[in-house]
């Protein structure tokens, strides 16, 4: 069993930063590929980005291209999300999950076995 914990949401200007967090518990943490989705209001959860497990092989939606970055520690069971600028349409809640085969990098929610409770992120301006 994996359970996942978000953090490092909140209020930014557009143009601004932030950094996600997601903290993992579970011994086969690093045997899978993890990812981030958003779901803004009234519409439906959207992919953002995905990691392998060795964190060599990433994919990132093209909205976020150049702007957003995945990595993970998995020393640490982490998985990072650093977002770079921002933009008003950015603003959703963010869910980190883990599944699928180590190797792959998948894209669809249906690949993904483990989900966290999500953490806002509001982008003004």
């Known amino acids: 069993q994996v359970q996942l914990v978000e953090s490092g949401g909140g209020l930014v200007q557009a143009g601004g930063s932030l950094r996600l967090s997601c903290a993992a518990s579970?011994?086969?943490?690093?045997?899978?590929?993890k990812a981030w989705f958003r779901q803004a209001p009234g519409k439906e959860r959207e992919f953002v980005a995905a990691i392998s497990w060795s964190g060599g092989s990433t994919r990132y939606a093209d909205s976020v291209k150049g702007r957003f970055t995945i990595s993970r520690d998995n020393a640490k069971n982490t998985v990072y999300l650093q977002m770079n600028n921002l933009k008003p349409e950015d603003t959703a809640v963010y869910y980190c999950a883990a599944g699928g085969p180590p190797w792959a990098v998948p894209t669809t929610i249906d690949e993904y076995a483990y989900w966290g409770q999500g953490t806002q992120v509001t982008v003004s301006g």
């Open positions: 579970g011994r086969t943490f690093s045997s899978y590929a």
